[in-house]
């Protein structure tokens, strides 16, 4: 993909969409960093639910840390890891408390060390919380970015640097939101929506040329159109 179809793909996107966010509920950097937290391999629906009633009895790191485990994982238990993600989230509040003056860092690397913050973690609040343009590689992000070919790579880490350089400058900072919105409605894992989707003659994903195909399709499909489709071989039509 050249920087003019990148600029193309990111416009569209934004068309369809001008202000994206997260869909995690949050009104400072730290109910946000204890949501991101939370969102470890849970749907941002379940931390929702739970952080609604978190959040009215205690949001800052000194009325968590006087919660205590134990109690903190009344409000979490239906979010999966739960007692993995309250011990870390007592321990990141205690390291807040000790060295921040209670507040979120704004450095990756300070971010970073706090238990249960990685740099994916870090990297969102990074750009949801601060307005830095980095990008957090989640599942969705992952999987769009490999698929259209705008920044392949086997790993993680090997697609977020090449994002950071594929994406244009002016669509840096919202990129993130995106990426993964595209990823969790449209370009699903299972059931890619190419019929549906803006990105189609950007995108270098072979699959989506077989859905194309169906949804354009101006015969109806029979079984001898479906087996060839399914292999691949082609059929000579007579007549
Ligand atoms: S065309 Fe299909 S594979 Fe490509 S981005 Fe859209 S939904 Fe994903």
Redesign the pocket.
Known sequence: MNQEQRRDFFSRLKLLNPKPTTELEYHSPFELLIAVILSAQATDKSVNLATRKLYKVANTPKEFYALGIAELSTFIKTIGLFNAKAKNIIATCKLLLEHHGGEVPRTREALEALPGVGRKTANVILNTAFGEPTIAVDTHIFR?SN??GLAPGSTVLQVEKKLLKAVPKEYALDAHHWLIL?GRY??KARK???AH?V??DL?H?K??LK?TEKAVALFPATKQNTKSHSTGKTQKHHG
Request: aromatic letters at 6%; hydrophobic letters at 25%.
């Open positions: 769009v698929r259209t595209h449209v370009c890619p929506d190419c989707c990105l189609i995108c994903y699959r989506k859905q």
